[in-house]
């Protein structure tokens, strides 16, 4: 089956709650979303969230990318010509969010023209996973408070709370004031967004040696590469390679390089057809994975479980899959329902995402 159109729809929805951390801020959710339509009527369905600060996209840039670069190059393709169509991609440099959106649109079109859920054709290990929520930088009381609110109304118990400010001393009495009050009801892990020097992050983590993190995720800037050997030699838990990894390649440069242990999945920026190279790559060495979150929408948010969910490897730790409620409102017809920490995979054709038509209306921004 044919593709015949593809789409990049800008939208624009509030953020109710924005998101503050090293590398920057989230006000309101700029996405684009990519529809790629097949020969009988079929369309699949993806979420791209640019980056600017991470990975240099815009909404602007991505919409140019996907209807000027690749639409011409893949339409008139077959839908199962998964391969094809990332190889005439990546003939285009960077870009990781438009092709990863490009990719994950074109499995829901393949889920659905095959009836089956696209969880199930990337591997089916598991119908639900362990949510893990990412707390912005604020006051000590205020995180603690987010936190509490989300065990109470979600049964969520596992957060990724923001570092890498300066003194880093501030992010130091956050992890303390959560470990104090929740003692061990609930898992912590830091993420520095490159905001630390190796000598702050260093010392950041001897301070709060005592509070059981799980792991840390890019402290300090990946181009700091001895700074960052130096730090992992000494480090005690995983340290995660995260925006620094957007291709397999850089994978394994960091790994080779010392300046990771571990590899963060995000689906926004790997599609699922990168993201399977980046896990099969890491779990054939022994390195770890989980699903981190990239402040998807509900729809980036379902590529991310879909995913996630397929692996053994991915469904181990708990994943980052609740950032949208921080959203004033989204796109899904049927919105994401978080209950006992855990979110359960749709059994639907494709990866399960039916847009509300009216709510897109209502967002887009190319009216
Ligand atoms: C994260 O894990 O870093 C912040 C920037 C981005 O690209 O993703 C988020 C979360
Ligand atoms: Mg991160």
């Known amino acids: 089956m044919k593709i015949t159109k593809v789409e990049a729809i800008p939208f624009a929805i509030p953020y109710s709650h924005p998101l503050k951390f090293a590398s920057g801020a989230v006000h309101m959710a700029e996405h684009i979303l990519v529809r790629v339509h097949g020969e009988d009527g079929m369309v699949g369905v993806a979420e791209a969230p640019p980056r600017p600060f991470t990975y240099g996209e815009t909404q602007a840039g991505i919409k140019a990318v996907v209807e000027q670069i690749f639409a011409p190059q893949v339409i008139g393709l077959d839908v199962f010509e998964r391969e094809k169509v990332l190889s005439r991609m990546n003939r285009t440099v960077g870009n990781p969010c438009a092709k990863g959106a490009l990719d994950v649109a074109i499995w829901d079109l393949m889920g659905k023209v095959l009836g089956q859920p696209v969880t199930r054709l990337l591997g089916g290990y598991t119908d639900r996973l362990r949510v893990s929520h990412m707390i912005g930088f604020d006051d000590p009381a205020k995180m603690v408070d987010v936190a509490q609110e989300f065990l109470d109304r979600y049964g969520i118990s596992t957060f990724k709370v923001k570092v890498g400010r300066q003194p880093f001393m501030l992010d130091v009495e956050v992890c303390r004031a959560l470990r104090q009050h929740f003692g061990d009801k609930v898992d912590l892990y830091i993420d520095g967004n490159r905001g630390w020097t190796a000598t702050d992050a260093a010392r950041a983590l001897r301070a709060m040696e005592d509070l059981d993190l799980l792991f840390a995720e890019e402290l300090n800037p990946a181009d700091d590469v001895m700074g960052r050997r130096w730090l992992v030699r000494q480090a005690k838990i995983p340290m995660f ?59 980036g948010t379902i590529a991310s479980l879909v995913f996630g969910a397929a692996y053994q490897a991915t469904s181990s730790r708990a994943a980052e899959l609740s950032n949208f409620l921080d959203m004033s409102d989204d796109l899904l017809a049927d919105p994401l329902v978080i209950s006992g920490g855990e979110l359960k995979v749709r059994d639907l054709p494709g990866t399960g995402v039916v847009v509300d038509e009216e709510k897109l209306s209502h967002f887009r921004l190319d009216k």
Do not use: H, W
């Open 241 to 299: 390679a995260d925006e620094s990894v957007s291709r397999p390649a850089e994978v394994v440069r960091e790994l080779l390089n010392g300046g990771a242990t571990a590899i963060s999945i995000k689906t926004a920026r790997t599609g699922f057809s990168m993201s399977q190279r980046v896990l099969f790559l890491s779990e054939s060495i022994g390195v770890e994975n989980y699903i981190g979150n990239q402040i998807d929408g509900q729809v």
